[in-house]
Structure formats: C-alpha cells, structure tokens
C-alpha cells in the first residue's frame, strides 16, 4: 500500500508562489508516476502534471505550462509542485496520486492518493 502525504499549502497574495510537496512512503517499479491535481469548489478534480520516478520526465496540462513546474527528489521519495504567479482561480485542494500509466490524466487511471493540502489565493 502506497501512502502519499501533501505538504505545503496555505494562503497567499495574488502574484505569489508557492511550493507543495508530497511524500511517499515507497517507490515501487509498478506505480512509476506520480501527478499533481486539484478540485476546486464545486468543479471537477482535475489534471495539473505528471512526473516519472526514473528519468523525470514530465507532462503538463497546457493551460498551465510556464507558471508551475514539478520536480522530484528520489533520495527523499518526495514529489513537488512549484506555483508561480497565482492567480484566485487557482485556489482549490491540491492532491498527489500516483499510477502506473504516464500520460494518465484522468481521476480513475491514479490508484493512491494523498488527502490533499488547501490552498487558497486572495487579498
């Protein structure tokens, strides 16, 4: 059983940044990915990026390449989520998931995830 954990969140100004992390308790060859997503109130969870354990090798939704990167630490089993230049519309529940397929981007093809970490943008 894989157990995530997200660190992180919080309230910050608009214009901001913000850097979220999830731990894992292990890396398994199985579940080889590991994604951020986030579920804004009253909207669908959905899709932010992915990352590979092995090689790093990453995928964004495209709405949101150039603002946030994801970036993983093996010796620590630790994935992370930098947040620049946030907006209000990004506050939500920010979770971590991990899966076994890399270009997954939907809720139901992640088998473990964490509990999320609020994040909230606003002045």
């Known amino acids: 059983q894989v157990q995530l954990a997200e660190f992180g969140g919080g309230l910050v100004l608009p214009g901001g940044s913000l850097r979220l992390s999830c731990v894992v308790s292990?890396?398994?060859?199985?579940?080889?990915?590991m994604a951020w997503f986030r579920q804004a109130p009253g909207k669908v969870r959905e899709f932010l990026a992915s990352?590979?354990?092995?090689?790093?090798?990453?995928h964004y939704v495209d709405s949101l390449k150039g603002r946030f990167t994801i970036s993983r630490d093996n010796a620590k089993n630790t994935v992370y989520l930098q947040m620049n230049s946030l907006k209000p519309e990004d506050t939500a529940i920010y979770y971590c998931?991990?899966?076994?397929?890399?270009?997954?981007?939907?809720?139901?093809?992640?088998?473990?995830w964490g509990q999320g970490t609020q994040v909230t943008v606003s002045s």
């Open positions: 990352i590979t354990w092995r090689g790093g090798t990453t």
């Open positions: 292990e890396r398994t060859s199985s579940y080889y990915v």
């Open positions: 998931a991990a899966g076994t397929s890399f270009m997954a981007t939907g809720v139901d093809e992640y088998a473990y």
